[in-house]
């Protein structure tokens, strides 16, 4: 009989074999989630989140997939698809007159320091003919511990072609909140990682509800947009209104959803 770790190696084994081809083979999906406004609930913007539709598997989740993809450097590949196409579906969604928001990718570290990302980035653009205003580009804490000047001077150039930058899972890396003067110019959104979300409670009693609105206030003071994440209740969002949040996401109004479903959304809230 196998036993469990068994199945387990031979899994990772074969999906990194498989992985290879995912983009020759059309695997690749990407899913929409959207970023409402606290206050009125319309969709303000998108993250692209990737997912991969394998052949025996079903959907397997970025959490899997994306470290095996950075261990055999096939994420260059990913990152560039991912990229080309929110930028293009992005664009088909504006040419149809519908609500024209910013959608955002999810940048892995290594990718980053790729020497090729800008003139890529720029090549996107162009080909898709995507305005800049509507790409965002969310990237880690861990990344900035990397190689601050190299990583500085990279954002400072894509926020030069107009890009946005967010800041990911903010509160879970090394910087204190202090350290947030130093992004000062190079971070245009904080988002508040999930787990001081999931803490929120409306006794203000709760260490999370206080850290939550630190983050909130600093970053107003910072003159930076902040995003909670992850949010799934009612009792969230009260409290994040009250410390004026403006922006939330998270399974309250939707899951991360196909294309084709994302687009109801949209069009509904072109009704309204
Ligand atoms: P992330 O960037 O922090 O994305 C948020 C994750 O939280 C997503 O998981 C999303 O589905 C999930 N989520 C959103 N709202 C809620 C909620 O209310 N409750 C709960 N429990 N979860 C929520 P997903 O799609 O599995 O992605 C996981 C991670 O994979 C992402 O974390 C991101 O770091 C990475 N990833 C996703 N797409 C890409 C990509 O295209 N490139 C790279 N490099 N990484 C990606
Ligand atoms: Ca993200
Ligand atoms: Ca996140
Ligand atoms: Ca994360």
Redesign the pocket.
Known sequence: MKSKAVDYEARLNSLKLDLTYVIARNELE??Y?PKVSAETNRIIGA?????WNHPKWGII???EF?PLAEKTGF?NE??KW?KKNACRQNKVWQDAGLLKIPVS????AS?FLERDLITHVMDTLKETKLDPQYLEI?I?ETLLLENEEVVFSVLDELRNLGIKIAL??FGTGYSSLASLNRFKGKIDIL?I??SFIQGLSSSLEEDSNFIVKMIIQLSHQLKMNVIA????TNEQLAVLQKYNCSMI????FS??IPADEFVKLLKKDNLE
């Open positions: 990407l899913y989630q993250e692209a989140l990737l997912r989740g970025p959490n994306i994420i990913i990152g991912v990718i999810n940048l892995s990718r969310e880690t990911d899972d988002k990682d999930r994440e992850g949010v799934e996401q998270g399974y309250l899951k991360p």
